[in-house]
Nanobody
Framework: QVQTVESGGGLVQAGGSLRLSCAVS????????MGWFRHAPGKEREFVSA????????YYGEFVKGRFTISRDNAKNTVYLQMNSLKPEDTAVYYC???????????????????WGQGTQVTVSS
């Protein structure tokens, strides 16, 4: 049984930083590309960032603009999202997921991911 558990969210002032973690168990972690998405009230789920199986390739949503960094530790079955220079518009529930197909699909498309976690709330105050 696959379990995906996000942590590290919280309340932070604008300009502050948070580091999200996503621990995965029950699958061969190093064989999966991983992604972070976010969902704010009244908006669709939005791609934030993704990282390849080895960690050698990373992808970011346009709104990130150099503020976030994704990384992974395959020995710990964990993917991270370091978020700096946070803005009130970054307020959302942040989710971690595994890209289901190794050879097809898009890093940017939520339906191409599975094994979603329950999410962690990030609130940025102005």
């Amino acid at each position: 049984q696959v379990q995906t558990v996000e942590s590290g969210g919280g309340l932070v002032q604008a300009g502050g930083s948070l580091r999200l973690s996503c621990a995965v168990s029950g699958l061969t972690f190093y064989m999966y590309d991983m992604g972070w998405f976010r969902h704010a009230p009244g908006k669709e789920r939005e791609f934030v960032s993704a990282i390849s199986r080895s960690g050698g390739s990373t992808y970011y949503g346009e709104f990130v603009k150099g503020r976030f960094t994704i990384s992974r530790d395959n020995a710990k079955n964990t993917v991270y999202l370091q978020m700096n220079s946070l803005k009130p518009e970054d307020t959302a529930v942040y989710y971690c997921a595994a890209k289901v197909s190794r050879y097809s699909g898009s890093y940017y498309n939520p339906p191409d991911y599975g094994y979603w976690g329950q999410g962690t709330q990030v609130t940025v105050s102005s």
